[in-house]
């Protein structure tokens, strides 16, 4: 059974920086795709940045230029960088991770706010 732990959320001005990290265990082989999503109260959830095990990234409009998806397959560890955060950032943010079946983090709280 994966497990995926997120962490690095938490309170940032406008303008601020965070990273987040996944980290995935109980799994003897690499995800074939991990993602970060995200979810604004009264929104749906939507994708943020995705990458694959090739290395091929892809990542929504709103955040382009800003923030950036990376993995240490060693680690089995996915970052997000977030920089030049905006208040509309704001939302908790989920890890997901394709193996043979789909799995999801718990999710980490991301504020952003003045």
């Known amino acids: 059974q994966v497990q995926l732990v997120e962490s690095g959320g938490g309170l940032v001005q406008p303008g601020g920086s965070l990273r987040l990290s996944c980290a995935a265990s109980?799994?003897?082989?690499?995800?074939?795709?991990m993602a970060w999503y995200r979810q604004a109260p009264g929104k749906q959830r939507e994708l943020v940045a995705v990458?694959?095990?090739?290395?091929?990234?892809n990542y929504a409009d709103s955040v382009k230029g800003r923030f950036t998806i990376s993995g240490d397959s060693a680690k089995n560890t996915v970052y997000l960088q977030m920089n030049s955060l905006k208040p509309e950032d704001t939302a908790v943010y989920y890890c997901?991770?394709?193996?043979?079946?789909?799995?999801w983090g718990q999710g980490t709280q991301v504020t952003v706010s003045s």
């Open positions: 109980g799994s003897t082989v690499s995800a074939r795709i």
């Open positions: 997901y991770a394709v193996y043979e079946y789909v799995y």
């Open positions: 990458i694959t095990s090739g290395g091929r990234t």
